[in-house]
C-alpha cells in the first residue's frame, strides 16, 4: 500500500522559508513523478510543481521565482521550499504521486499539512 | 492558464436523488484530460473519474462523467450518505494544472 507522509514546521513567519518534506513508503519515489499541492482555508486547490527522481522539475508560473522542489532517493523522500511566504501562502499543503509519467492526475495524496504563515 | 468554473458552488439535497455538476472550462481541454475529485473534511482528495468519462479503481458506478471541449458534468446516479462532501474537477492536458474552486454537495 502506497502512503505518502507530510512533515514540517505548521508556523513560519511571513518573509521566511516554508520547507516541507514527503516521505513515500510502500513504492520506490524512482518510479514516478511526484507533486506538491495546496489548498487556502475555504478555497481550491493549486498545483505548486512536480519532480521526478533524476531531479527534472516543473513548476507553477504562478509560484515559478519562489519554489525549489527537490529530491532524495536514499530517503524515499521529496521536500518543496517557497521562499518570502506572506499570509496568503497559508494553506494546507498536500503531496501526491502522479498516476502515470508526468501527466498531472493523482491518484495517491498524503494527509496534508496546514502551515500556517505568521508573526 | 486554463480557469475551470464549477456550479453550483453548493447544493442541497437528499440521498437517493440524482445530482449532476457542472465544470466549465476558459479554453478547450486538450484530450478530454479532465478529472473530478471526491473531498471530504480533513481528507485529501480521492481520485474519481479521470478522462473525462473513466472511473478510478474502486469507483462506484453510480459515479459517471460525461462532456468535452469546455464543458464537462459529474453524475451521481443515487447519492448514498457518504457521497456527501466537495468534488473538485481539475484539468491535467496543459501545464499549469488546474482546479475548479469546487461544490459543496450537502444533506437537505
Known amino acids: 500500500q502506497v502512503r505518502l507522509q507530510e512533515s514540517g514546521p505548521g508556523l513560519v513567519k511571513p518573509s521566511e522559508t516554508l520547507s516541507l518534506t514527503c516521505t513515500v513508503s510502500?513504492?520506490?519515489?524512482?518510479?514516478?513523478?511526484w507533486s506538491w499541492i495546496r489548498q487556502p482555508p475555504g478555497k481550491g486547490l493549486e498545483w505548486i510543481g512536480f519532480?521526478?527522481?533524476?531531479?527534472?522539475?516543473n513548476y507553477n508560473p504562478s509560484l515559478k521565482s519562489r519554489v525549489t522542489i527537490s529530491v532524495d532517493t536514499s530517503k524515499n523522500q521529496f521536500s518543496l521550499k517557497l521562499s518570502s511566504v506572506t499570509a496568503a501562502d497559508t494553506a494546507v499543503y498536500y503531496c501526491a504521486r502522479h498516476i502515470v509519467g508526468a501527466t498531472m492526475l493523482f491518484d495517491y495524496w498524503g494527509q496534508g499539512t496546514l502551515v500556517t504563515v505568521s508573526s | 492558464e486554463i480557469v475551470l468554473t464549477q456550479s453550483p458552488g453548493t447544493l442541497s439535497l437528499s440521498p437517493g436523488e440524482r445530482v449532476t455538476l457542472s465544470c466549465r472550462a476558459s479554453q478547450s481541454v486538450t484530450s478530454s484530460y479532465l478529472a473530478w475529485y471526491q473531498q471530504k473534511p480533513g481528507q485529501a482528495p480521492r481520485l474519481l473519474i479521470y478522462g473525462a468519462s473513466s472511473r478510478a479503481t474502486g469507483i462506484p458506478d453510480r459515479f459517471s462523467g460525461s462532456g468535452s471541449g469546455t464543458d464537462f458534468t459529474l453524475t451521481i446516479s443515487r447519492l448514498e450518505p457518504e457521497d456527501f462532501a466537495v468534488y473538485h474537477c481539475?484539468?491535467?492536458?496543459?501545464?499549469?494544472?488546474?482546479f475548479g474552486q469546487g461544490t459543496n454537495l450537502e444533506i437537505k
Open positions: 481539475q484539468q491535467y492536458g496543459r501545464s499549469p494544472a488546474t
Open positions: 510502500g513504492d520506490s519515489i524512482s518510479s514516478y513523478y
Open positions: 519532480i521526478y527522481y533524476g531531479g527534472s522539475t
